[in-house]
């Protein structure tokens, strides 16, 4: 039970034994050759094991290049499988850059490897046990919204960059006065020479403060913090100063550790945006699988993670939105705490990709967010607001959309704006 388990698809020309056992023993106690020191006690202990290895078929030509294979000569044919490896958390430690390390690393290196992806991890509670909880997470953060039942209806502040403080600030007064949950910043707009956080946060902070008082419901803004580590820090200080609740930042760009630090040092809840994930994620044989990489950063302690969209404008399919939706929704071990985080579905949003979206996630726990499907909405954002919500009743009530729409007059209109789109 002191072990991780990995989950990998490999490809090589080499026999499958061979290269597992020399998976197992690179990212553990041994390298090419058995070394002095290496005694049997310490493979015992401390030795990666191979728990499963399964076909999966062949190719006739390698998936990724090596220099390795073609020095040997090994013409084919490239033999697949699926491939567990245990590794003794002894070796590891609480230290997120190294379990990384351990389980990737190296890996995607090995001479004898043409493919290979990091598809899952298993990850004992007695280990989750010693990395931080969510702030908020699923119940935190509909708590913190007064939302309870339904979905969480977001946006995203739009134009990406180039709005000036006050131009921001009025906007978010638009979309409160409209009725939404959530708002965000874009991935690209951090602290930007003409919005910078320093002007931003207190203007913004105080439009929603304003609504706030005035109405009583919560506006939840996550403010992209992505920066260097202190200066993160000193973002997020600002953020809580000015009586905001959460901040966002770009994972792949910050990193693990940041990502701990930051965890560590503010309660606000912490949005993850995952851009970049797909230079590790859409080659078949080669990087890392959503399982594995949102566990790692759920280790780090977040409370929302970006899981794209159905049928919106990026790569993912119906099936890899719906597993990492789901993946989002369970506890990340096994017996251990509801260390649940919120699955935000964004990229091409709008209230006609509300059913599956709810399909998907096999729950309302979400966070559903539409830039253009509010702020482009034909009869303006408050008519997109009012449409993601005609939508969630029609639902609820068991209707067809496009019958509902014929008493819904936001629905009808996004159906007939963006329905041909």
Known sequence: MDRIVADYLLETPFPLEEVAAMMAGEQSSGTFVRVAGETDELRARAAAEVLSIEPEG???????ASAYVERKEKKGPFRRARVRIAYPVGNIGRNLPTLAATVS??????GEITGLKLLS???????????????????????????????????????NVGMRPGEIAALVDTLCAAGVDFIKDDEVCANPDIAPLAERVPAVMAVIRAWREKTGRAVMMAFNITDETDAMRRHADLVAAEGGNC??????????SAMESLRAHTPLAIHAHRNGFGAMSRHPLLGIGFQAYHALYRLAGIDHMHVHGIGGKFVDDAEEVTEAARACLRPLSVDGPDDRVMPAFSSGQWAGTLPRTLEAAGSADLMFMCGGGILAHPD???AGIASLREAWEALQAGEDLAAAAETRPALAAAIGFFGAR
């Open 105 to 110: 690393g190296n890996l995607y290196d090995i």
């Open 58 to 64: 062949e190719a006739d030509h390698p998936s990724l």
């Open 121 to 159: 991890l298993d990850i004992p509670a007695a280990y989750r046990a010693r990395y931080p909880l969510p702030a908020l997470g699923v119940a935190g953060t509909r708590a913190a919204l007064g939302v309870a039942e339904r979905p969480i209806f977001g946006t995203i502040i739009k134009p």
């Open 380 to 382: 303006g954002p408050a």
């Open 247 to 256: 901040v966002m930042a770009s994972l792949n760009w910050c990193g693990l």
